[in-house]
């Protein structure tokens, strides 16, 4: 099994910056996409960015060009710069984990207000 924890959420001014961490342990070896998802109050799960052990990178368009996602293999951490957050940024960023299943983190709040 994978374990994931995420880290790096809390309360930005909008047009700030945060950045998210997803750092995983167990059966890793066999992950073959890792990325962020997210869900606002009475909306759907979105996905928001995923990058592949290749390295290949999806984004949403919402977020493109704002948003970038990246990897340390050394760390077993994908991290999730976000940049010019918008109000509606705000949400709950679920990392997942795509071996097979797919495996998610508990989530993190991630809230843009000034």
């Known amino acids: 099994q994978v374990q994931l924890v995420e880290s790096g959420g809390g309360l930005v001014q909008p047009g700030g910056s945060l950045r998210l961490s997803c750092a995983a342990s167990?059966?890793?070896?066999?992950?073959?996409?890792m990325g962020w998802y997210r869900q606002a109050p009475g909306k759907q799960r979105e996905l928001v960015a995923a990058?592949?052990?290749?390295?290949?990178?999806d984004y949403a368009d919402s977020v493109k060009g704002r948003f970038s996602i990246s990897e340390d293999n050394a760390k077993n951490t994908v991290y999730l710069q976000m940049n010019s957050l918008k109000p509606e940024d705000e949400s709950v960023y679920y990392c997942?984990?795509?071996?097979?299943?797919?495996?998610w983190g508990r989530g993190t709040q991630v809230a843009v207000s000034s």
């Open positions: 990058i592949t052990t290749g390295g290949s990178t």
């Open positions: 997942y984990a795509q071996r097979g299943t797919w495996t």
């Open positions: 167990g059966s890793i070896f066999s992950i073959a996409a």
